[in-house]
């Protein structure tokens, strides 16, 4: 994509988008990819600070650049911040878009007001094809799918799925490469419970409040429910590809061009994006050097994702080396709020089939960052998010914000408040205090 211009301003930011396989379109107007236009401008360029922004789950451009948009636009707006940046900060905004939407119930046809055997009949071959495009299109995912879709049309609410559509669930498993297995130290895509459509059918009727994510009672309640768990696992797997590979490299590079401040900042799925670009292939490749702040708004991903150690495990988080290794050099800051019902609510439901939504005193197995930060290390700290004043961030830890009372829900992030941490980050990453 061509740069795109801040609205009401004549700041500019770069958008690179990837595909479903995980790499870069070929979508620069010169020609080629646009990540390569973009290391060009900013050797000539020769900005300050290169602030790097990914969405979590947003399925097309537009909406990526509308929260490109509210994200970056919330930091712009902020004068005396940027102007408390000094006056030779040369800021550089990049953000990324890749293929996120969670395949659910907002894309059922306006049409399909109701699903009551006998009448589902018109809306389910547009809605089965949907389903075949979003896990992939091949013959491997359509047969299985069939077989689902057709047991939806007969009985949508069915809460004991018949033995065809366990087997159909474990054909598509294996046709989009599921793998998860259960173990919280596995990496983002591999850490959930294990495929199961019946127990989904179960903790989709628990989570009763999952909408967030795009998904109806329809599909919480019926045969269906088991594409969330498989769509979860699909769109955990394409992050970590997408920042363990092409954005793991282009940072890499961008910090070989560039004496840069680097600055990452993912939501929802996008921490997982985050995370994978510090941690590289496999969670142990470092980058060339550290980047100067991190922060995770809203993160789907594993609470134990930087643990020292697992409880009831004497295993490490899969991120753990972003933590030992320094990868970040100044705060690491992630946000949680009780109004997100989506990483509260149905991550849980869709990643560890298990009720354990709510905040309280025992940390779950399956959780999401959003929800309860990062745990498991001793560097992390709790804060409440300001309305002004200072964090007093230090270098080198990990800072879990509740911003409950000012994140109104999953993508309720553009607001002054979180725009304000964000910059006290930033600062505090070369030891500048409010």
Same mark, same amino acid.
């Given at each position: 994509?061509?740069?795109?211009?801040?609205?009401?301003?004549?700041?500019?930011?770069?958008?690179?988008?990837?595909? $479903?396989?995980?790499?870069?379109?070929?979508?620069?107007?010169?020609?080629?990819?646009?990540?390569?236009?973009?290391?060009?401008?900013?050797?000539?360029?020769?900005?300050?600070?290169?602030? &790097?922004?990914?969405?979590?789950?947003?399925?097309?451009? !537009?909406?990526?650049?509308?929260? =490109?948009?509210?994200?970056?636009?919330?930091?712009?707006?902020?004068?005396?911040?940027?102007?408390?940046? @000094?006056? *030779? &900060?040369?800021?550089?905004? #990049?953000?990324l878009h890749w293929p996120s939407q969670p395949w659910g119930e907002e894309m059922i046809p306006a049409a399909a007001a109701s699903f009551a055997a006998g009448d589902a009949g018109a809306a389910i071959a547009p809605l089965l094809e949907q389903a075949v495009a979003h896990f992939?299109?091949?013959?491997?995912?359509?047969? !299985?799918?069939?077989?689902?879709?057709?047991?939806?049309?007969? *009985?949508?609410?069915?809460?004991?799925?018949?033995?065809?559509?366990?087997? =159909?669930?474990?054909?598509?498993?294996?046709?989009?490469?599921? $793998?998860?297995?259960?173990?919280?130290?596995? +990496?983002?895509?591999?850490?959930?419970? !294990?495929?199961?459509?019946?127990?989904?059918?179960?903790?989709?009727?628990?989570?009763?409040?999952?909408?967030? &994510? @795009?998904?109806?009672?329809?599909?919480?309640?019926?045969?269906?429910?088991?594409?969330?768990q498989t769509s979860f696992w699909l769109m955990k797997h394409r992050a970590r590809t997408v920042g363990e590979q092409g954005m793991h490299q282009f940072i890499a590079q961008l910090q070989g061009d560039s004496n840069a401040h680097i600055h990452l900042m993912g939501h929802s799925?996008?921490? #997982?994006?985050?995370?994978?670009?510090?941690?590289? !292939?496999?969670?142990?490749?470092?980058?060339?050097?550290?980047?100067?702040?991190?922060?995770?708004?809203?993160?789907?991903?594993?609470?134990?994702?930087?643990?020292?150690?697992?409880?009831?495990?004497?295993?490490?988080?899969?991120?753990?080396?972003?933590?030992?290794?320094?990868?970040?050099?100044?705060?690491?800051?992630?946000?949680?709020?009780?109004?997100?019902?989506?990483?509260?609510?149905?991550?849980?439901?869709?990643?560890?089939?298990? $009720?354990?939504?709510? &905040?309280?005193?025992?940390?779950?197995?399956?959780g999401g960052v959003g929800t309860w930060g990062i745990q498991g290390t001793a560097i992390a700290d709790k804060r409440s998010m300001l309305d002004g004043g200072d964090y007093a961030f230090a270098p080198g830890r990990i800072y879990n914000i509740d911003g409950s009372t000012f994140? @109104?829900?999953?993508? +309720?992030? *553009?607001?002054?408040?979180? +725009?304000?941490?964000?910059?006290?980050?930033?600062?505090?990453?070369?030891?500048?205090?409010?």
């Amino acid at each position: 994509m061509p740069f795109q211009t801040l609205p009401g301003t004549d700041q500019r930011y770069g958008l690179i988008t990837f595909d $479903n396989d995980g790499r870069e379109r070929k979508d620069d107007p010169e020609g080629g990819v646009f990540s390569a236009a973009l290391r060009a401008h900013i050797t000539q360029t020769r900005p300050s600070h290169i602030f &790097f922004f990914t969405h979590g789950w947003k399925g097309d451009v !537009p909406s990526a650049i509308d929260q =490109a948009n509210r994200w970056i636009g919330a930091m712009w707006k902020l004068d005396a911040e940027r102007a408390a940046m @000094g006056a *030779d &900060f040369r800021p550089a905004f #990049i953000a990324l878009h890749w293929p996120s939407q969670p395949w659910g119930e907002e894309m059922i046809p306006a049409a399909a007001a109701s699903f009551a055997a006998g009448d589902a009949g018109a809306a389910i071959a547009p809605l089965l094809e949907q389903a075949v495009a979003h896990f992939g299109g091949t013959a491997g995912v359509r047969a !299985p799918l069939e077989v689902i879709f057709r047991a939806f049309e007969q *009985d949508p609410a069915a809460r004991i799925l018949p033995d065809e559509v366990v087997a =159909a669930y474990q054909q598509l498993g294996t046709a989009i490469g599921f $793998n998860a297995g259960g173990d919280a130290a596995a +990496a983002p895509d591999q850490e959930g419970a !294990p495929l199961d459509p019946q127990a989904a059918v179960r903790a989709e009727r628990v989570a009763s409040v999952g909408a967030s &994510f @795009g998904l109806g009672t329809t599909l919480r309640n019926g045969i269906l429910a088991g594409l969330r768990q498989t769509s979860f696992w699909l769109m955990k797997h394409r992050a970590r590809t997408v920042g363990e590979q092409g954005m793991h490299q282009f940072i890499a590079q961008l910090q070989g061009d560039s004496n840069a401040h680097i600055h990452l900042m993912g939501h929802s799925f996008g921490c #997982i994006v985050v995370s994978s670009i510090l941690g590289g !292939p496999g969670g142990n490749a470092a980058l060339p050097r550290p980047v100067e702040s991190a922060a995770l708004i809203q993160g789907a991903l594993s609470l134990w994702s930087f643990a020292d150690r697992i409880p009831g495990s004497d295993k490490a988080g899969y991120f753990r080396r972003v933590v030992s290794g320094r990868a970040v050099s100044g705060p690491l800051v992630t946000t949680q709020s009780t109004h997100d019902s989506a990483v509260g609510a149905a991550y849980p439901a869709a990643v560890g089939l298990v $009720n354990e939504f709510d &905040f309280g005193t025992e940390l779950p197995k399956f959780g999401g960052v959003g929800t309860w930060g990062i745990q498991g290390t001793a560097i992390a700290d709790k804060r409440s998010m300001l309305d002004g004043g200072d964090y007093a961030f230090a270098p080198g830890r990990i800072y879990n914000i509740d911003g409950s009372t000012f994140i @109104g829900g999953h993508s +309720a992030i *553009d607001g002054p408040q979180v +725009a304000r941490m964000q910059w006290q980050a930033i600062r505090a990453s070369r030891g500048q205090r409010v």
